[in-house]
């Protein structure tokens, strides 16, 4: 009895561990230059991208594992933020 609640419990967490791509740094011009990897996103977290404009050019992007996350794009000064959040493994490293 204790093991089949044990492989309910594990079984439950593998499906719904949503696995994401993490990235603290990476330029336009190069790959991931700070916190490559990835996390596992915890209860009302979704995986995260933020990108930021200069103009039409992308300066640099931002990837983690983001609590309450939800799809936003504002101006600041003359930057473009665009957040953009997504629930399927690793989606935040192609969008």
């Keep these: 009895r204790f093991l089949f609640i044990f492989l309910m419990i594990s079984l439950e967490i593998t ?7 993490t990235c603290h740094l990476r330029t336009r011009t190069d790959r991931c230059r700070r916190g490559f990897g990835a996390c596992t996103a915890q209860k009302d977290e979704a ?10 050019a ?7 594992c983001q609590k309450f996350c939800r799809d936003m794009t504002f ?19 192609q969008l």
């Design 15 to 21: 499906v719904t561990s949503l696995q994401c791509i």
């Design 47 to 56: 995986c995260m991208l933020l990108k930021i404009y200069q103009g039409n």
């Design 58 to 64: 992308l300066q640099i992007s931002y990837m983690v």
């Design 75 to 93: 101006d600041l000064g003359n930057r473009t933020y665009v957040h953009t959040c997504c629930n399927q493994n690793y989606c935040n490293f």
